[in-house]
Structures are given as structure tokens and as C-alpha cells.
């Protein structure tokens, strides 16, 4: 999960909040008979989605942080195994041994065994058939590659003849690496836990069905063209603010 911008969500809760003053600003004569729409309901809601945009906000750093730790700890991964697959070559091993090792670290790279089949352009008018669509067998998820280095260390785990001097090939550093970045990996999954469940409340209080805030906000413009009229200089005024579900 990629941390999406609050611009437009934080646009809208602003645009609430001079809703509320323009309809302050018509005193007694803003007297609305539906609940939800009087001006002490409204500044409610207001609360509830300032509150609502500070829990997402609150959680960000944590996750952008978690996030940022894991993409500098996998960067070297592909150099990293590149390196292995020719220290394993160098090796006393066997040839199935090397390709079985070759595939796992084409997983982890991100590479396919035979080039990507280029997508020929249908006719104007015609469909490109399900079996012509090029599907991706790039396994780049972080899980799918701590999976796929995981398997890599346990055959190599099993290659008496894999004994490289450097110190970072070898069997116990490899281990030791591959803990690291699943501890990195999960702290991302757990610092996406907040912020998701933040997101949620945000949507339902931005813009659950008529009970969200932007829902709201048509109600209180209908009501104040009803009560001015569409021409008006109040109802010019509020129309303007416009509330955009941005989920």
C-alpha cells in the first residue's frame, strides 16, 4: 500500500469549513427543519472529519518511514544474488543444482525466463483474444521475494561444495540478511494497519451515503437555494465550494 495524497480530502474539509461560516453568516434567517443540516450538527461533523483527516496524518510518518527502511534494505538484493549465482557457477555443483538456483533469483529479480511476448495492436473494431494478453510473471511483491530468497538460502543450505570466502555469501550472512528484511517487511505491514483503519473512518465521515460530509453539503446548498433563491448572492456563494469524493 502506497501512501496517497490528503490533498483533495483536506481540500474538501476545507471547503466545509466555509460553508459553515457563510451559513453563520446568514444568522436566524438559516433555519433548516432536517437535523443534520442545522448549524450545530454541521460544526459537528466538522470536528468529526478534522479529526478524521489528523488520525491519517498522524500515522503517515510511521509507515512512509517503514516503507522508505524496506526499499533501502532490498535495493542491493539483485546485485546480491547476481553475485551468488556465480559463486554457486564457481562452485563444485551440478548443473540442476545452478538452474534450480537460476530461477529463484530470476523471481527475486524480477526477470522472466524468455523475453515478455510483445502485444500485437488490435484492428479498430476488433478484441484482442484473453490467450494474446500479456500477463506479468514478475514475482517483485516484497513477500514473493523474501519467499524466493528464502528458498534460495535453504538450497544453497544444501550445496557442501557452496563455501565462498566473502564473508556476505555465505550461508550464515545470507540468513542473517533474509531476517533483517522480513523484520523490515512486517514493520511495514504493521505501521499499514493504523493508516488503513484511519482511511476507513475518513471515508465514512467524509463520504459515507448521506451521512458523509460531502453528501451533507449538497443538503445545506439545496437548502440555501431553496431559501434565496438559485440566482442569489448566498446561493452564488456556497455553490462555488465544491466537494469531490476523492476515496
Excluded: W
Excluded at 16 to 23: A, G, M, T, Y
Excluded at 59 to 67: G, H, T
Excluded at 192 to 210: F, G, Q
Excluded at 212 to 219: L, N, P
Amino acid at each position: 500500500m502506497t501512501v496517497k495524497t490528503e490533498t483533495g480530502h483536506a481540500r474538501n474539509v476545507a471547503h466545509f469549513d466555509e460553508l459553515i461560516n457563510f451559513c453563520l453568516g446568514y444568522g436566524t434567517a438559516y433555519n433548516p427543519a432536517k437535523a443534520s443540516i442545522k448549524v450545530l450538527a454541521l460544526q459537528t461533523l466538522q470536528t468529526s472529519a478534522k479529526n478524521a483527516i489528523t488520525g491519517i496524518n498522524t500515522n503517515i510518518p510511521a509507515y512512509s518511514n517503514a516503507v522508505a527502511a524496506r526499499e533501502l534494505a532490498f535495493d542491493p538484493l539483485s546485485k546480491l544474488t547476481t553475485r551468488i549465482i556465480n559463486s554457486l557457477k564457481a562452485s563444485d555443483t551440478t548443473d540442476q543444482v545452478v538452474d534450480n538456483a537460476k530461477t529463484l533469483i530470476r523471481k527475486i529479480q524480477g526477470r522472466r525466463a524468455t523475453p515478455k511476448a510483445k502485444i500485437t495492436q488490435p484492428v479498430k473494431g476488433e478484441t484482442v483474444k484473453e490467450e494474446d494478453k500479456t500477463i506479468s510473471a514478475s514475482q517483485m511483491s516484497y513477500d514473493n521475494r523474501l519467499d524466493n530468497f528464502d528458498k534460495l538460502i535453504k538450497l544453497l543450505a544444501t550445496v557442501t561444495s557452496y563455501a565462498p570466502n566473502e564473508a556476505d555469501l555465505k550461508v550464515t550472512a545470507l540468513t542473517t540478511l533474509y531476517t533483517d528484511l522480513k523484520t523490515k517487511n512486517s514493520a511495514v505491514l504493521t505501521a499499514e494497519v493504523p493508516i488503513s483503519n484511519a482511511r476507513i473512518t475518513r471515508n465514512d465521515v467524509l463520504y459515507k451515503v448521506n451521512t458523509g460530509m460531502t453528501d451533507v453539503a449538497a443538503d445545506v446548498k439545496a437548502y440555501i437555494k431553496s431559501l434565496y433563491g438559485a440566482s442569489s448572492p448566498q446561493y452564488k456563494q456556497v455553490s462555488k465550494l465544491t466537494f469531490t469524493a476523492v476515496k
